[in-house]
Structures are given as C-alpha cells and as structure tokens.
C-alpha cells in the first residue's frame, strides 16, 4: 500500500498570503496525484488532477506541482473561501489512498 | 448537471447489516466506474470500494473486504453498498463518487462526490 504523507497538519495564515502544502508518497507515484479541498460539512472538491492539471471551474490561484514521491499544491494568494482541509490521494496502485490531510485555518 | 444522492445510512448494532445506495442522474451511468468513499467523525478519508461501469469488476480495502459488497442496477442509474458484519471502526460519512474517465474500469480521479449519508454502529 502507498502510503501519503501531508505536512504540515495545520497551517494558520492570514488572507492573502500565500500557501504551499506537501504529499510526500512511500513509493513512486509518477504523477498519479490528486489534490482534493474539503469544507466543513462539505463533501470534498477535485482541484488538481495528474499533479498539476486543474479541474474544471478552479481558480487560478490553484497550482500543483510535483512528480515521483514529492508534490506540492500551492495557493498564491488565500482567499477567504480557501480556508478548508486539503487532501492528496494517489490512484498508481490498489488500493487507492489518500494522505491525512493539512487544514488551512486563519490566523 | 451531474449529481450525486446517497442514502440508507443510520444507526445500526454491532453486527448488523445496512445498505447505502446512491442515486446518479446527469450523466451516461453505465459508462463510468464508481467507487465509496469513507470519513469516520473527525477524521480523513478512506477509500472503500469501487466498481466498473459494466459492473463486473470490483476493488475493495483489506479493512471492508468480505464484509462489503459494492453492485449497481444501470437501470435505476443506482450505485450500492451492502455492509454486513458491521463494527464500530465502520461508522463515518459515506460518500458515493464518479472517476473521471469514461472508460469501463476505475480510472482517473473522484468527480464529483455525492453529499454523504451517516453510518454509526453502536448499541
């Protein structure tokens, strides 16, 4: 089993600043990554697809970066609305995993 | 629009037997794998099971495996999970979720997820 890790757990920022996430995958994933927002009480949302590709209808600020064991999802400016739980999950090998998750909360 | 209802979640014993369903419109059911998708309270997400378009494939996690038991009716555009033996590790928002690709077995990302529906397994 692949397993993800995301650090850090929590991050407290201010709007406008901007954010960087890490998954780091127990095993190569090539670019089988993907990047998912979760708010409270929501189900969670496809950002980032095959590691850097953006789903439809989000916003540029939006950007993932990484291939093999190391990925990166980047917000370049928070929002208020981008204040929220992120997980990564990897589709190179059953069973699909995904990691723990960083919450982005405000400072 | 594609959308996604879940149901069937509750309270259950230890033991018992539940049967989540998930009701899809908006989209060619029978041409995209599905799959289930776990959070118990306060937690992250755990994959569960998924199925293939045409319904003759399915996956499982060792955690859920000969226990639950993933199946879909393309007539009723529904997708199911039928949960025996439950535990109490097994109670979390149960999210139904379409891949991307529109090929037969499971491939490409979850997209969109339903709204989730409740299972808690407790006397």
């Given at each position: 089993e692949i397993v993800l890790t995301q650090s850090p757990a929590t991050l407290s920022l201010s709007p406008g600043e901007r954010v960087t996430l890490s998954c780091r995958a127990s095993?190569?994933?090539?670019?089988?990554l993907a990047w998912y927002q979760q708010k409270p009480g929501q189900a969670p949302r496809l950002l980032i697809y095959d590691a850097s590709n953006r789903a439809t209808g989000i916003p540029a600020r939006f950007s993932g970066s990484g291939s093999g064991t190391d990925f990166t999802l980047t917000i370049s400016s928070l929002e208020p609305e981008d204040f929220a739980v992120y997980y990564c999950q990897q589709r190179r090998s059953w069973p699909l995993t995904f990691g723990g998750g960083t919450k982005v909360e405000i400072k | 629009e594609v959308q996604l209802l879940e149901s069937g979640g509750g309270l259950v014993q230890p033991g018992g037997s539940l049967r989540l369903s998930c009701a899809a419109s908006g989209f060619t059911f029978n041409t995209y794998a599905m799959s289930w998708v776990r959070q118990a309270p306060g937690k992250g997400l755990e994959w569960v099971s998924a199925i293939s378009g045409s319904g003759g494939s399915t996956y499982y996690a060792d955690s859920v495996k000969g226990r639950l038991t993933i199946s879909r009716d393309n007539s009723k555009n529904t997708l199911y999970l039928q949960m025996n033996s439950l535990r109490a590790e097994d109670t979390a928002v149960y999210y139904c979720a379409k891949f991307t690709s529109q090929v037969d077995a499971p491939s490409g990302w979850f997209d969109p997820w339903g709204q989730g529906t409740l299972v808690t397994v407790s006397s």
């Open positions: 095993q190569s994933v090539n670019s089988y | -």
